[in-house]
T-cell receptor, first 114, second 115 residues
Framework: AQSVTQLGSHVSVSEGALVLLRCNYS??????LFWYVQYPNQGLQLLLK??????LVKGINGFEAEFKKSETSFHLTKPSAHMSDAAEYFC????????????FGRGTSLIVHP | EPEVTQTPSHQVTQMGQEVILRCVPI?????FYWYRQILGQKVEFLVS????????KSEIFDDQFSVERPDGSNFTLKIRSTKLEDSAMYFC?????????????FGPGTRLTVL
């Protein structure tokens, strides 16, 4: 079985501050990991994904995430938050060679203050 | 840029009524999915569809639910005899292939409210 846990349903940062959204996974085999973003009134959009190549993955809009097997984590970071980053962020896990259906976390709402 | 569209954006219905949620996947995609998210909870997989048949479904997807691709563009989710607990955001998604690393493209969702 696979699962993800997103710590913190809401994260609040000031514009220009570091963004850190936490995701821990549970998987019986090396996983594929994803971060999706959902802007208001829009669908989920893929930010980045880890598929067993480089452990540091760069995505769109300046986001990146690092796969740490020892910590079973895949935290999402961005050095400097913009107001436009305010959105809901979802971490997801799937299995190579297994079910291609991703298992999602509950989501973290990122709030950016001016 | 191609995108998945869903209609309506918000559907209000009375308990016991049937609803049909509609999706138009990206035109060259072959795999289609429905997910739901109850307020404050996880995004949950409901069903996947390929070659005009269900390829995988979750335990949530019981006899109350059905999916159909009635023509070459639409992909629908029918919920019969809606219950209060069916109130959720329903997302449609599509992908070119079905490997574990392939990106699924999501629509903006339909918010279903059952009264």
């Amino acid at each position: 079985a696979q699962s993800v846990t997103q710590l913190g349903s809401h994260v609040s940062v000031s514009e220009g501050a570091l963004v850190l959204l936490r995701c821990n996974y549970s998987s019986s085999v090396p996983p594929y990991l994803f971060w999706y973003v959902q802007y208001p009134n829009q669908g989920l959009q893929l930010l980045l994904k880890y598929t067993s190549a480089a452990t540091l993955v760069k995505g769109i809009n300046g986001f990146e995430a690092e796969f740490k097997k020892s910590e079973t984590s895949f935290h999402l970071t961005k050095p400097s938050a913009h107001m436009s980053d305010a959105a809901e962020y979802f971490c997801a896990v799937s299995h190579p060679g297994g079910s291609y259906i991703p298992t999602f976390g509950r989501g973290t709402s990122l709030i950016v203050h001016p | 840029e191609p995108e998945v569209t869903q209609t309506p954006s918000h559907q209000v219905t009375q308990m016991g009524q049937e609803v049909i949620l509609r999706c138009v996947p990206i035109s060259n995609h072959l795999y289609f999915y429905w997910y739901r998210q109850i307020l404050g909870q996880k995004v949950e997989f409901l069903v996947s569809f390929y070659n005009n048949e269900i390829s995988e479904k979750s335990e949530i997807f019981d006899d109350q639910f059905s999916v159909e691709r009635p023509d070459g563009s639409n992909f629908t989710l029918k919920i019969r005899s809606t219950k209060l607990e069916d109130s959720a955001m329903y997302f449609c998604a599509s992908s070119e292939r079905s490997s574990g690393s392939d990106e699924q493209f999501f629509g903006p969702g339909t918010r279903l409210t059952v009264l």
